[in-house]
């Protein structure tokens, strides 16, 4: 349905408007809500009612609606009550109750976490955010693994190549002239940043970036919390956390995007660490994704086995590069 033409009705008007797809009306809705936000004499002044009414009768058309159109109706709303991160959660879990698999209600978190990341909240409210983030995370990757009736995984299907024009709905209040995918994928790392940048991404890779985000957020709020806890104490307690965590989002795109982050040097972490915090992290990660087996990643029902060779090979580079460091 997101490919044809694309009917939204208006009962209360008596007509419909008819687009060419939903492709080029994201598109020409994301310019024009970039257009007025920059003309806006203030922050959070600019008329979106149009954009409201638009997109409240297109979600209405689908009975799961696209990733895209819920995060452009989500930021509209967001827009409207800015800061209120609590309701951004809530507006975009209700989004996805339809959805009959996880990477969708997973990718679509991709705001709240770039909005915590560039918040000034208190420490306190930001660990009571993620804390509920990371259990809807937990909840959704629980769901059991579900087909279309084609046979094809419900979480099979790219990324709309309007996606790069969302992004830059999202990461326009924090961007200062920086790339919209460093703003609103803070914590992702550069190599997944390049691969959410290509066309045609799939939806269940933007998830697996979405919970290595949330994943790496929470375990830097650990550390900026150990405070008159011993370095060997907190590298045990944030061990044991991290290698209970891996196994409950048994995401496999999760786990090679944080082989991929140690493959690199530092971690994209450095703007919420010390140096000396960085490395911390950097050898508990080592510990949990090298030197700990999980059975999600060999689980032939669940994983693709051409995905795993990346994996396996990216650990092997890890334990060899290791190796001639500790020589």
């Known amino acids: 349905m997101a490919a044809g033409p694309l009917v939204v009705d208006f009962p209360s008007m008596g007509t419909a408007f008819c687009f060419s797809s939903l492709e080029s009306l994201l598109r020409d809705s994301a310019s024009g809500f970039l257009a007025a936000v920059s003309a806006a004499p203030a922050p959070g002044a600019a008329d979106l009612t149009n954009f409201h009414r638009v997109f409240s009768r297109v979600l209405s058309a689908y009975p799961d609606p696209p990733l895209e ?87 099979a299907g790219s990324l709309l190549p309007a996606f790069g024009e969302l992004v830059k709905v999202w990461s326009v209040r924090h961007s200062r002239d920086r790339c919209p995918f460093q703003v609103l994928f803070p914590l992702a790392g550069e190599e997944a940043r390049r691969e959410l940048m290509k066309e045609g991404c799939s939806i269940e890779y933007l998830a697996g970036v979405v919970v290595a985000e949330a994943f790496l957020l929470r375990l830097c709020l650990k550390v900026q919390n150990a405070t008159g806890v011993s370095r060997a104490e907190l590298q045990k307690e944030l061990r044991i956390w991290v290698v209970s965590s891996i196994p409950v989002f048994q995401n496999q795109h999760f786990f090679g995007v944080l082989l991929n982050m140690l493959l690199k040097s530092p971690l994209p972490v450095y703007s919420l660490l010390s140096a000396d915090d960085e490395i911390l992290v950097r050898d508990v990660l080592y510990d949990a994704l090298i030197l700990v087996d999980y059975s999600f990643i060999n689980d032939v029902s669940r994983v693709d086995q051409a995905d795993l060779l990346p994996i396996n090979l990216s650990r092997l580079v890890i334990t060899l590069d290791a190796v001639n460091d500790a020589r």
């Open 69 to 155: 159109a819920v995060w452009f109706f989500s930021a509209l709303s967001f827009h409207d009550r800015p800061d209120d991160l609590r309701y951004l959660l809530q507006l975009l879990s209700a989004f996805t109750a339809s959805s009959p698999g996880a990477a969708k209600p997973l990718a679509l978190l991709a705001p709240v976490v770039s909005e915590l990341f560039h918040s000034d909240r208190t420490r306190r409210e930001t660990e009571a955010l993620v804390e509920a983030m990371l259990s809807y995370i937990s909840i959704c990757s629980s769901r059991p693994a579900a087909s279309s009736a084609d046979g094809a995984s419900a979480d």
